[in-house]
């Protein structure tokens, strides 16, 4: 028997227990971890981690704070019309007594050291739900983390972050997380925070850091893999430990390691590759890559096609997704670079498509991506460079079948 099971070791989507591998940022030479634990020690400040989706924002928050301390809400939560601090008070279970007293103070009730002249400036300090909220979290030493931030209604995202303003310098913890060109403005570009943020900006995952999930997850299955393997598996995980951590599975799933104890190491490079196959057969993109394939509306007219062999005919978006799922895997492809791609794809065929076209393919592309919903926005045509958003996307060009 192993002393564990694969799925306890590799844990898509979930806290990594046996996994966590930790980091260092370029911008700062200290872990995350260390950032973030500082961040909230510093009284008075909010906490603003802002980072590509999947790698790895709320699950540094429970690796830091404790899922016992941790109380999370998202942007989403704030899209009803209750309050601020209501929506809060409601996720803790809290219930905000707030009119109730009000109501008993004014009728004269007697509270110890409290005079007839103050008791209004009493009932504005500590009978509010805000101050309930506040007095409870700090009590028990919870953590606010209004994670999604982007997805809070604009109209109340100001509110929301005054909100937070005035809690912080009464002690409350909070951390707000959201994507990188995002509506985070209301918090990082807020004048009246200016001075009282802790930013964190997580960036996209490199090799070595990837390379550790892998060794890490199979030498606590008492597998061996080599650097080469492992190296390997870290430049298809394009930058997304989660992505790793479902090759992992995927693959520990393929070679039934916790049935097959003798196993102690993986060594075939053909495993890998049906590792990767096998991770996108659930991934949701075979929709999307058609859409994006089929390019805007033709109106009638007949598009150049270029036979490429084998039969296939193909038109300047079959050309432009085969070219991003072509070596060397990177979430960060140049025009020139998507240019050198398809003359590969069309090798000798007269006629290419030149720099332009392949332009205003891409621009037409982006096009259908800004005009739909949020699973089509894999990428980001910016400054005559694609920057892939969605890592599993490319992972699914590169190994799906579609
Ligand atoms: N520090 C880490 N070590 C190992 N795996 C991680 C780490 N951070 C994230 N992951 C993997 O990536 C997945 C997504 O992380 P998550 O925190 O949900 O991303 P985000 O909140 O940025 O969208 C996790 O469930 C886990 O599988
Ligand atoms: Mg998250």
């Not at 260092?24 to 995350?32: C, D, H, I, N, R």
């Amino acid at each position: 028997m192993r002393k564990y099971l694969s799925n306890e070791v590799f844990k898509p989507g979930a806290f990594p227990k046996h996994t966590y591998i930790s980091r260092v940022s370029s911008e700062f030479a200290y872990t995350y971890e260390f950032r973030l634990k500082q961040a909230l020690n510093t009284s008075g400040f909010l906490t603003s981690i802002i980072g590509p989706s999947k790698t790895g924002k709320t699950v540094l928050c429970e690796k830091v704070i404790g899922l016992e301390n941790l109380v999370s809400l998202t942007g989403n939560d704030f899209k009803g019309a209750l309050p601020f601090w209501t929506t809060i008070a409601n996720r803790v279970g809290l219930a905000i007594e707030g009119e109730q007293l009000h109501t008993n103070m004014v009728a004269g009730e007697r509270i110890e050291g409290i005079t007839e002249s103050n008791s209004s400036s009493f009932r504005e300090k500590y009978l509010t739900g805000k101050d309930q909220v506040i007095d409870y979290f700090n009590k028990n030493k919870l953590v606010l983390v209004l994670d999604d931030f982007h997805y809070a209604p604009e109209e109340t995202q100001l509110d929301m972050s005054y909100q937070l303003k005035d809690a912080i310098r009464k002690e409350f913890k909070a951390i707000v997380i959201s994507l990188p060109h995002r509506a985070d403005d209301a918090i990082r570009k807020n004048a009246d925070l200016s001075g009282r943020l802790s930013l964190i900006n997580i960036e996209p995952w490199q090799i070595d850091s990837l390379k550790e999930i892998a060794i890490t997850g199979f030498n606590t299955l008492d597998i061996n893999i080599n650097d080469e393997l492992a190296t390997f598996l870290a430049a298809e995980s394009l930058t997304s430990p989660q992505l790793m951590q479902s090759i992992c599975l995927s693959l520990s799933l393929l070679l039934d390691l916790d049935t097959n104890i003798e196993i102690q190491e993986i060594t075939n490079r053909n495993d890998l590759i049906n590792a990767f196959k096998a991770t996108t057969i659930n991934l949701p993109y075979k929709d999307i890559v058609k859409r994006l394939k089929s390019g805007p509306p033709t109106r009638g007219q007949q598009r150049k096609t270029y036979s490429i062999g084998s039969g296939e005919e193909v038109d300047i978006y079959d050309l432009l997704i085969k070219a991003l799922a072509l070596d060397p895997p990177s979430t960060y492809i140049t025009l020139d670079d998507v240019k050198v791609r398809i003359d590969r794809i069309l090798r000798d065929i007269p006629g290419k498509p030149d720099r332009n076209k392949i332009k205003s393919a891409i621009e037409q592309v982006q096009s259908i991506i800004n005009n739909s919903e949020a699973i089509y926005q894999v990428f980001e045509w910016k400054d005559d460079v694609i920057y892939i958003l969605d890592p599993l996307f490319l992972f699914y060009l590169r190994w799906g079948s579609y």
